[in-house]
């Protein structure tokens, strides 16, 4: 029996030839060999155009005579199953599929017509503008100059390259207090969130406060995790911190400070303060989600929270936004008591995150590409917000547009009572777009109810160049 699970439709066959994985049943080897083929060939284990092994290498590999392996594909060749040709050697030949009747029961396949044109869903940058030519530059260095080790499992805490880089650009962009030795590089938010949740476990945290708009996904994690999720309810002034003294077991609050998602306001500087003082006076954490707060339009930066205590806040960054959510690469600047606790959870499931991975983005960000392809996508972001606002001013001028000042959506308030409505002919229009309703949290005996409140929440940064007019021509033509 030959070991793999290969097959090459294009080019010479290596020199040592193309191992090929076969079980020969019953009797006569000839006739085993046949059948075996024929059967790889049938279930499509075998594709059209895959490249056999040369009858030499096969013969060495299952221990049989090369005439044995001769005769086989003689035999398949004048069945229809095989071709051979001199310099190309043994492929599966090209068949017909045998027709199949779909079951009575079988559901239709969704018809092209009724999906998406143009997506304005939140969460996904523009892709088709991630630098691959930058990145594969990057990615060259890394590799070359990579040491021995980095081929090795490593440090859970992630390529010493990575942290290093990444607590200088930190420092520089974001006002975040970051040694090396406090970073875990982890595979994105949702990553470090759920690591996060085992550590609060450990240390007998019941409850963890989040904002009363946001990701359901992160909401689930967290009480998956068997955690309680109270809500805070946000205003234009960001979470309401003061609202924390009236939950019981709460040892930990989720925030969104730079750029509340998905209302788009920053947390005021009188609550950045009183969060940290409610994490001070009650030796609680304040996890901090710094979500997409790189871009910024016009108005002043917003640093960190994690600056104004460092050994209170733990930080949550990635590059889901200011690159691609495909990278797969986040990371966690961490009071120093919860590094052991961090580390031993991380050991304990998702040990490393790729280290060619981690050395090119280290890469990346020491060679300056980092910062910019941030500044030309922030310019092309602000481009794509300022079209939005002068498209909707013109055509519809009733529509009040908020949350702009920085990230990658906006908000776009509408009249009370059409947000359903607006979206239904959104679909219609072959748009894709979210009610802001659908990111609200309410709990029926957390003593206050949601405003009612009618918008959309749109990510002007998701759609290709390509896409962008039509999107915002649909978009408009949906609005009330």
């Not at 019981?248 to 998602?261: M, N």
């Amino acid at each position: 029996m030959a070991d793999s699970r290969t097959n090459s439709a294009a080019g010479p066959p290596p020199a040592f030839g193309a191992d090929l994985h076969l079980e020969l049943r019953g009797p006569g080897l000839r006739a085993g060999l046949t059948d075996a083929l024929r059967e790889a060939v049938r279930t499509g284990r075998l594709a059209t155009g895959s490249r056999l092994p040369a009858s030499r290498s096969l013969a060495a590999d299952l221990g049989v005579s090369r005439t044995t392996v001769v005769d086989a594909y003689a035999d398949l060749v004048a069945e229809g199953w095989l071709t051979a040709r001199q310099g190309s050697g043994t492929r599966v030949a090209t068949r017909v599929p045998e027709p199949c009747r779909a079951a009575p029961d079988a559901p239709r396949a969704r018809s092209d017509e009724h999906r998406p044109r143009y997506g304005l869903w939140t969460g996904e940058p523009d892709l088709t503008n991630f630098p691959r030519t930058q990145w594969l530059t990057a990615a060259r260095r890394a590799l070359t100059a990579a040491p021995h080790d980095a081929f090795g499992y490593g440090d859970a805490r992630g390529r010493m390259e990575l942290r290093t880089a990444l607590a200088d650009y930190l420092a520089r962009a974001r006002g975040v207090y970051a040694g090396p030795e406090r970073i875990v590089i982890c595979s994105g938010f949702h990553h470090g969130l759920a690591l996060m949740a085992q550590a609060l476990r450990v240390r007998r945290v019941r409850a963890v406060a989040v904002e009363a708009y946001g990701l359901d996904l992160y909401r689930d994690l967290l009480r998956n995790a068997g955690l309680h999720t109270p809500p805070l309810y946000v205003d234009e002034h960001g979470a309401r911190i003061d609202d924390l003294a009236r939950l019981r077991g709460v040892g930990a609050v989720l925030l969104t400070p730079a750029h509340q998602y998905p209302t788009g306001v920053a947390l005021c500087p009188e609550r950045r303060t009183a969060a940290v003082e409610w994490a001070r006076a009650t030796g609680g954490l304040i996890l901090e989600d710094d979500y997409d707060g790189e871009f910024r339009y016009d108005r002043q930066p917003v640093g960190a929270l994690q600056g104004l205590d460092p050994e209170r806040v733990v930080y949550f960054g990635s590059v889901s936004k200011s690159l691609a959510p495909g990278v797969r690469l986040g990371w966690m600047v961490l009071p120093e008591e919860l590094i052991p606790e961090i580390v031993t959870a991380k050991g304990h499931g998702d040990y490393m995150t790729s280290a060619l991975e981690q050395l090119t983005l280290a890469e990346f960000i020491a060679s300056g590409a980092y910062d910019r392809h941030v500044r030309s996508m922030r310019l092309r972001y602000q481009r794509r917000r300022d079209e939005l606002v002068t498209a909707l001013r013109q055509r519809a001028p009733g529509i009040r547009v908020a949350g702009m000042a920085a990230g990658l959506q906006a908000v776009l308030e509408l009249p009370r009572g059409t947000e359903s409505s607006v979206v239904q002919a959104a679909a219609r229009q072959g748009l894709a777009v979210r009610g802001l309703t659908q990111f609200g949290y309410e709990v029926a005996d957390c003593g206050w109810r949601f405003p009612e409140r009618d918008a959309l929440v749109v990510n002007y940064a998701a759609p290709s160049d390509s896409a962008w007019a039509g999107a915002l021509d649909a978009l408009c033509r949906v609005m009330p």
